[in-house]
């Protein structure tokens, strides 16, 4: 992106125009040193618009009918004349037909309508990259006028907790299951579900499904009640992407929620932790960032961490060799 | 410590001496750098052992019963002839009642038993310290022939995560609860617990501590199998520490599990994955310490983190400033 005008590609997002915002995110995604300088000055040039999406983090696992709701979802949400973005959060790099987004023609009605946008994730992403890149796609989306930015993860390892990180909303996709280990459903998530949904609540399935809800409903209310939600959240219930059936419903809870925490003060303090959060992590991750700069340090990484994990080597006085050989590279 | 004999400690833990114990835990908890050094050769002159504990991790909240439960159920494994350590875990410096073993005296009984040592947390302890130190108490009890640590936690914060990455087995205590929000149980425990006891169960209290065993039973029965789990686990059973009631129950279970998982592999690899996230971890912190070490950078990341939270400074902006100046410091 040589010769990149940062004030034209800022005003681009700012008019919402769908060509320019995909090129910030482009941008955005790059790791190189120069694309990053431009990425910073790109995000100052966009700060202060006071723009402020709904963002709602999903996760589900692969076969909840994610895609389907997705489309329906998000066509419900433009035909009331709202501007919607999605975007996918994937730490794998393989990609095993979990994330939906690889593949957007799976929501093509979605896709072509010129109030969604729909950005599908960047391939052979490490964690940290897609946190960073994540929160910023977030933030363009949100300059560029989105009303509803919807975050989609895949379920996997702590993909959740990181797009609980910068959601305002956590909604959980589930099929109707036999109540028992059918769903694979991470035992964390419970942690930061605000809404399960429980999606072919539709023909043969209606049944199973309002039986899955009623079981996710009783495990919820034995967990905890949590400062920023009001009576009755978390909430289960059963939607149909297929029939379009239980997503007004859902839309109207997940407002309502939303205007609770913003009367009560919860939602600008969630923000405000996330963004004094996002800082912290930024700088522990620039820090640790060293240990992989270095390719002699990490060789000696993986050896020690061999060596400790095969009981050759206590971990105390294997972290305080490489420590100290970090020092003296440095001193 | 000036003038420590560290090989003489070595064989005074190695001979189980409780004395030498105490004295040993108190040299790694320290973070002077003299006695960092001799634990460090204590640590080293105590390794090879071979010797091999079950570390048993415990949490509750308080009002379960812990301190009756840790003291009846330790009894009864110090009359099988096992030798049992007691060590807790407590980030909190404030400790609010919550942590039985700041009080000795609860649990007399089993302070008198020559076959069990019990260990408070030391006082104003970070995340970070607590971690080391357990660590290290865990290896120290272990090395000194005790067949059972139990590493109690009072369930705050991220402490159980904490236990669970130095715990064998990792066991959560209840009251009978009216199956809702009661129980005050934080989310993520479910993701991590082996077994679930609900204490209580004698007398008046009897029939809700059986329903809340069905309750849970319930709920567990909705999470994913683990790839370390046996059919079965994790499971949820009823115990009265007061009636000494469902103890030896309770510790077959522990037996199994642990038998199960030896035979399947899953004991040794978790161990194996422990120390190498130990060794990993060691580094991380050691590197994140210098933010801490440095005051005037301390004071601009608690500046740059007011005006992030305030909405006055971007993230990613404020975290490049942070590392920029650190370099900077280092040349």
Chains 1, 2 share one sequence.
Not at 78 to 100: E, K, W, Y
Not at 117 to 127: G, V
Not at 264 to 288: C, K, P, S, T, Y
């Amino acid at each position: 992106m040589t010769g990149l005008d940062v004030a034209e590609l800022a005003r681009g997002v700012r008019g919402g125009e769908r060509r320019a915002l995909a090129r910030a995110i482009t941008l955005v995604e790059s790791r190189r040193a120069d694309h990053r300088a431009e990425a910073g000055d790109l995000l100052d040039a966009l700060a202060g618009t006071g723009r402020q999406a709904l963002r709602i983090g999903l996760s589900g696992t692969p076969g909840v009918g994610k895609s389907t709701f997705i489309e329906a979802f998000g066509m419900m949400l433009t035909g009331q004349g709202l501007r919607v973005a999605v975007l996918a959060v994937d730490p794998s790099s393989a990609r095993s037909g979990g994330s939906i987004l690889g593949d957007k023609t799976r929501m093509d009605r979605l896709a072509r309508d010129p109030r969604a946008f729909i950005r599908p994730s960047p391939s052979q992403a490490q964690l940290g990259g897609v946190a960073r890149r994540s929160r910023e796609a977030v933030t363009l989306c949100e300059a560029a006028g989105y009303d509803v930015v919807l975050i989609e993860t895949v379920g996997v390892g702590q993909s959740e907790t990181l797009v609980a990180g910068m959601a305002d909303l956590f909604v959980l996709l589930l099929a109707p299951g036999g109540g028992d280990e059918l769903q694979g459903v991470k035992r964390g998530i419970m942690e930061i579900a605000d809404l399960i949904l429980v999606n072919k609540a539709d023909g043969d399935l209606k049944p199973a499904a309002l039986r899955t809800v009623a079981d996710y409903a009783g495990a919820l209310r034995l967990l905890r009640k949590r400062v920023q939600d009001p009576d009755g959240f978390p909430k289960a219930l059963p939607v149909s992407a297929l029939e379009e059936a239980g997503l007004a419903a859902a839309w109207s809870e997940m407002k309502a929620l939303a205007d609770w925490r913003r009367a009560n003060g919860h939602f600008a303090r969630v923000r405000a932790e996330q963004a004094r959060a996002w800082f912290e992590d930024e700088v522990r991750q620039g820090l640790l960032a060293r240990l992989e700069r270095d390719a002699g340090l990490r060789a000696r990484m993986a050896a020690l961490g061999d060596a400790v994990e095969a009981g050759r080597a206590a971990p105390s006085r294997a972290a305080a060799e490489v420590l100290a050989a970090l020092e003296a590279a440095q001193g």
